[in-house]
């Protein structure tokens, strides 16, 4: 792994195994890494930009009770959220992707690879600085069902 988790993740995912890192660097770079939920998710849940008619950038799984995990909250989370470079969206506006079964959630996080750099760069500018892991650059989720990969969910983050 690069890195670690992300630092808002770290109690709910674990690492993938090196067969699955391996598929997923081949789309998202040697600079990418994966991990995998700790609980099987029924669907996703996506705010939905009513003003564009496209989905927006807050990803909740979720669980089997009906519970809503965050997965990524573009406000907040990536190298734009942490720079506060996103405006706020509306929370309430979502749409739904059911599973039909329970699956497993992957999510990968891509990386530039110099992320210590513009740490050291920001720490001299007084800029708040954060984990090396928190500054990904893109984010993909996968649904993990019967040793199968499916894409469900990409966005840029920086």
Known sequence: MIYPAPSYLRELVTEVDNEILLKVQENYGEYSTAFKF?????GLI?????KYNCIGETVWGLSLNNEKICIFDGVKNGYEGLM????????????TIDFGNEADIIVVFQ???????FIAEFANEGIPVYEEEDYFSWIAIYKYENNNLKEIV???CA
């Open 84 to 95: 506060g470079l996103k405006e706020a969206e509306d929370l309430n506006s979502t749409r």
């Open 154 to 156: 990409d966005y840029e």
């Open 111 to 117: 990386y530039s690879g110099d992320e210590a750099e």
């Open 46 to 50: 996506q705010t939905w930009n009513t």
């Open 38 to 42: 700790n609980m099987k998710f029924k």
